[in-house]
């Protein structure tokens, strides 16, 4: 039988031919599909959140992949409700998600890397949202890059796009490409196996659980037919001519200019030339020049336009019309909205977007700042973070902190800190964070200056270092060295992060995925053999959320199968049923 980068490897040269996909279900029997997906699972802190159902990663084997495949080659197998669960967002409302048991994530990985391996070749390149190598950032820096000179900015929203996804569009977008009947089926099954709240099954009569492993895919599948009539329609109907004419203002200026300076009157080309660098060189209002252009992520769009405003109204029309006539699908009006991007700013993917404008901004004699577009960070972003660590105007400490060790306390802030710095560091004002930096390091020594009952400066004097930042510039930080006996020095810090503009920075939004070949819990589990007594049968895997979770609180001494994971320093240990057994029951005493 194939191994898995052979058959994805075959499959998405399928799709880069454009050929329909037949006889793909017989995929599913491959086993080294789930051992792929299972590595690159088990990673995730959701791998042990429990579904509708107690399965989890836990306990994880191979009979339990020759089960799942025994039962698709039958046709039998029936997918579980997932649990759903709600959680808060940004606007005060509440996210509903469903999470799916142990064995429904792993074979929608199957079906998702099988899928993409297909449909990605024919996506669209405007399309950055749960994509390989595309995210966030991919499609800033597309809009700051090749968006100069727009006038409006459509920004587009459909309202609870996962949830209003219809099953038949779904598996009709599917049948055109995919000719096989039985993973149509299938799809059309996990769709429809609704969820459980609060004790009771609902079923599911639209839409696709945020939270499915398959969900952003299908969507995407979905949303391809909306690229590619925006593309192919929309775009050649608003983008002709191939530059705009002369401004003629900017002519005539240009003329008198010339006569000025032959004429030798120099004081009065000065100041026409003056004059000149604030009139555009081409005319902004030419009814011959329009441009249009459009990325998407997820469910959120942006176009971005050249020409009037009723055009952008019109093109705003059109897609709503195409949403709901074609895909079934409703823009959300309050977050559809035109933006004339010289006054106003607008809002994509936590960024404000605008069209610069200064005049005075000159390289080589010529405005270089005039049109294109700046990526800023919105104010309320920051002030949102800062928040967290303010009480009545000024920076506190964290109480429920202060169990954990100073090591512990300054990785967590750092952890916050970096991540939320890293994502906006495409942003011109990415130097606003020095207000985050210093509300979080004041906030960080008062959390310790409690624990130690002490006083703040003393944290100073005791942790105060310097770093070198990427680009060698020495920074001042705060530093926690934990020295280990014949091991590396651990170091938590926090600052050293240079709040410059990176233009260039990248964010990939996909999970992680194993390296190719092998991984070694996989090696391990193919092994067959209990890595504490030996035994060859039945063989499992025991699973950890956090190596954190090895650490004892109580003084005891820890088990012997714990201190084999911490020696190791693995969140996993292959071991037979009767051990597996013993370490649930507390009972596992490191004898064979």
């Not at 994971?565 to 049923?577: D, G, I, Q």
Request: hydrophobic share 35%.
């Amino acid at each position: 039988m194939r191994n898995a980068e052979t058959v994805l490897s075959i499959i998405q040269d399928r799709g880069k031919r454009g050929l329909p996909l037949e006889r793909l279900y017989r995929h599913l029997f491959n086993p080294d599909l789930y051992l792929r997906a299972y590595a690159r699972l088990y990673p995730k802190a959701g791998a042990m959140t429990p579904g509708s159902t107690p399965e989890t990663v836990d306990g994880m084997t191979r009979a339990k992949i020759d089960r799942l495949i025994a039962d698709l080659r039958a046709e039998r197998y029936r997918w579980t409700p997932v649990r759903r669960v709600a959680i808060p967002k940004a606007n005060g409302k509440r996210r509903l998600l469903g999470v799916p048991t142990w064995s429904n994530k792993l074979l929608q990985e199957v079906l998702r890397s099988l899928l993409e391996a297909y449909y990605e070749p024919q996506f669209s390149s405007a399309s950055h949202g749960f994509r390989p190598g595309r995210g966030c950032h991919t499609a800033l820096r597309e809009i700051q890059h090749t968006w100069t000179g727009t006038r409006w900015f459509i920004e587009g929203d459909i309202q609870a796009c996962f949830d209003s996804l219809s099953h038949d569009l779904i598996v009709d977008t599917l049948a055109e490409r995919i000719h096989d009947q039985r993973v149509l089926r299938l799809i059309r099954q996990l769709l429809h196996a609704g969820y459980l709240e609060q004790h009771t099954h609902h079923v599911t009569l639209s839409g696709s659980p945020q939270g499915a492993i398959l969900s952003p895919l299908l969507a995407n599948i979905v949303l391809n037919h909306l690229d590619r009539y925006v593309e192919t329609e929309l775009i050649p109907a608003y983008t002709r001519g191939e530059q705009r004419r002369v401004n003629p203002a900017y002519n005539h200026i240009t003329s008198k200019l010339c006569r000025m300076r032959k004429q030798g009157r120099r004081a009065e080309a000065r100041a026409l030339r003056k004059q000149q660098r604030r009139i555009p060189s081409g005319d902004p209002d030419d009814p011959t020049y329009r441009r249009l252009r459009y990325v998407r992520y997820a469910d959120d769009w942006m176009l971005g336009f050249i020409g009037p405003r009723h055009e952008a109204e019109e093109i705003k029309r059109r897609i709503s019309a195409y949403l709901r006539t074609s895909l079934q699908l409703t823009l959300s009006e309050e977050k559809t909205l035109i933006t004339h991007a010289r006054t106003q700013a607008a809002k994509f993917l936590g960024y404000e977007l605008v069209t610069q404008h200064a005049d005075d901004k000159h390289n080589r004699r010529q405005r270089n700042v005039n049109g294109r577009i700046g990526l800023r960070v919105p104010l309320r972003v920051i002030e949102a973070q800062c928040a967290r660590y303010m009480r009545n105007g000024k920076p506190m400490h964290r109480p429920e902190l202060m169990v954990e060790t100073d090591f512990s306390i300054v990785a967590h802030y750092q952890q916050v800190y970096r991540g939320v710095v890293q994502y906006y560091l495409l942003a011109q004002n990415v130097g606003w964070f020095s207000r985050l930096h210093w509300v979080m390091q004041t906030s960080l020594v008062k959390t310790l200056a409690c624990k130690h009952k002490t006083s703040v400066g003393a944290i100073f004097r005791r942790y105060g270092a310097t770093a070198s930042g990427p680009d060698g510039t020495r920074y001042k930080c705060l530093q926690v060295r934990v020295e280990r006996a014949e091991k590396r020095t651990l170091v938590a810090q926090f600052g050293g992060i240079p709040l410059r503009r990176q233009p260039w920075a990248s964010l990939d939004d996909q999970p992680y995925t194993p390296p190719a070949g092998r991984s070694e819990l996989l090696q391990r589990l193919l092994a067959d053999t209990c890595e504490l007594c030996g035994a060859t049968d039945h063989i499992e895997v025991h699973h950890i959320r956090k190596l954190a979770d090895l650490k004892r609180h109580d003084g005891r001494e820890r088990p012997a199968w714990v201190k084999h994971m911490a020696e190791r320093h693995r969140k996993t240990l292959v071991v037979c049923h009767a051990c597996h057994r013993k370490i649930h029951a507390g009972t596992f005493d490191g004898r064979t």
